[in-house]
């Protein structure tokens, strides 16, 4: 199995900045990559697919980039919404597999 | 608009076989391409992919637990049924099915439903 490993596993930050959250692969998954957010008592929704494609609806401040087995999701704003887990997903090979979470909290 | 819903107990005794069904609209199975995938989250911990179902009945299942795994459809009622035998208190968790297409990514996802394992 593939395993994914995400950093840091929680992060402090405030309104406004910047915020990355990295993942990294066990093996070269090349850009077979997705980002999640889960907010409290939620689904996970659907953030960025393929490594940097942006899903329809979701704002223009979170990015995605990498490929190979380092992974980034940025946001480039943080907004009080946003304030959530993060989960990044390979879709390279069976068993699909998650990282461990990053949970942004409030500062 | 594509929706799932999950159903099933919301409380398992040890020892006993979990049956969740995942009732979905805006897609159909038979769909080249279609997929439904279960996953589940213990109770502030990360998600697992358990099993995944595809248009041709293709079926894949997690690899630590694939022996306690069946997944299925019906078709004609757009649902896809999980079984995990053998329910331990460690498989209480928020159960999840999702829509996967192609790309291998999980879109939408049901709202989840929480199993409890307990004598």
């Known amino acids: 199995d593939i395993q994914m490993t995400q950093s840091p596993s929680s992060l402090s930050a405030s309104v406004g900045d910047r915020v990355t959250i990295t993942c990294r692969a066990s093996q070269s998954i090349t850009s077979y990559l997705n980002w999640y957010q889960q907010k409290p008592g939620k689904a996970p929704k659907l953030l960025i697919y393929a490594a940097s494609s942006l899903q329809s609806g979701v704002p223009s401040r979170f990015s995605g980039s990498g490929s190979g087995t380092d992974f980034t999701l940025t946001i480039s704003s943080l907004q009080p919404e946003d304030f959530a887990t993060y989960y990044c997903q390979q879709s390279y090979s069976a068993p699909w597999t998650f990282g461990q979470g990053t949970k942004v909290e409030i500062k | 608009q594509v929706t799932l819903r999950e159903s099933g107990p919301a409380l398992v005794k040890p020892t006993q076989t979990l049956t969740l069904t995942c009732t979905f609209s805006?897609?159909?199975?038979?769909?080249?391409?279609?997929?439904v995938s279960w996953i589940r989250q213990p109770p502030g911990k990360a998600l697992e992919w358990l099993a995944r179902i595809d248009w041709d009945d293709d079926k894949y299942y997690s690899t630590s637990l694939k022996t306690r795994l069946t997944i299925s459809k019906d078709t004609s009622k757009n649902q896809v049924v999980l079984t995990m035998t053998n329910m331990d208190p460690v498989d209480t968790a928020t159960y999840y099915c999702?829509?996967?297409?192609?790309?291998?990514?999980?879109?939408?996802w049901g709202q989840g439903t929480l199993v409890t394992v307990s004598s």
């Open positions: 805006g897609f159909s199975l038979s769909t080249n391409g279609m997929c």
């Open positions: 999702a829509r996967m297409t192609t790309g291998n990514w999980f879109d939408p």
